[in-house]
C-alpha cells in the first residue's frame, strides 16, 4: 500500500507538468501563428507597394516625377521597416516569455510548502 500512496503524488505531479507544457505549447502555437500571419500580410503589402511604384515608375515621362515617385516610395518603405523590426521585437520578446513560462517553477507551490511546514 505503501508503494500507490508515493507513486500517486508523482503520477499528479507528472500529470501536472504535462498540462503546464501542453498549455505553453499551445500559446507559443497561437503566437507563432499570429506572428506568421503579419509577416504575410507584410508581404501582401510590400508587394502591392512595389507594383505601385512599378506603375507610377513606367507611365511617368518626367524624371523629377519619377524621382518623386521613388522618394515616395522609399519614405514609406523605410516607416514600415521601422515598424517591422518593432514588431519583431516585440514578437520575440512575447515568445520568450511565452517559453520561460514553460520552465518556470510555480512559485506559489513553492511558497506553500515552507509555510506548512512553519
Known amino acids: 500500500m505503501t508503494y500507490r ?15 503546464r507544457a501542453i498549455a505553453v505549447q499551445s500559446e507559443f502555437s497561437e503566437k507563432l501563428i499570429e506572428a506568421n500571419r503579419h509577416w504575410l500580410e507584410q508581404i501582401q503589402i510590400e508587394s502591392t507597394e512595389a507594383w505601385e511604384l512599378f506603375r507610377k515608375f513606367n507611365s511617368t515621362a518626367s524624371v523629377a516625377e519619377k524621382i518623386t515617385a521613388l522618394q515616395d516610395w522609399s519614405k ?8 517591422d523590426a518593432t514588431y519583431a521585437i ?29
Open 5 to 19: 500512496s508515493q507513486a500517486r503524488p508523482v503520477a499528479e505531479a507528472i500529470q501536472s507538468c504535462a498540462k
Open 76 to 83: 514609406g518603405v523605410t516607416a514600415r521597416a521601422a515598424e
Open 90 to 118: 516585440e514578437t520575440a520578446r512575447s515568445l520568450g516569455t511565452i517559453e520561460l513560462n514553460l520552465l518556470a517553477r510555480r512559485t506559489g507551490a513553492t511558497e506553500e510548502t515552507p509555510r506548512k511546514a512553519a
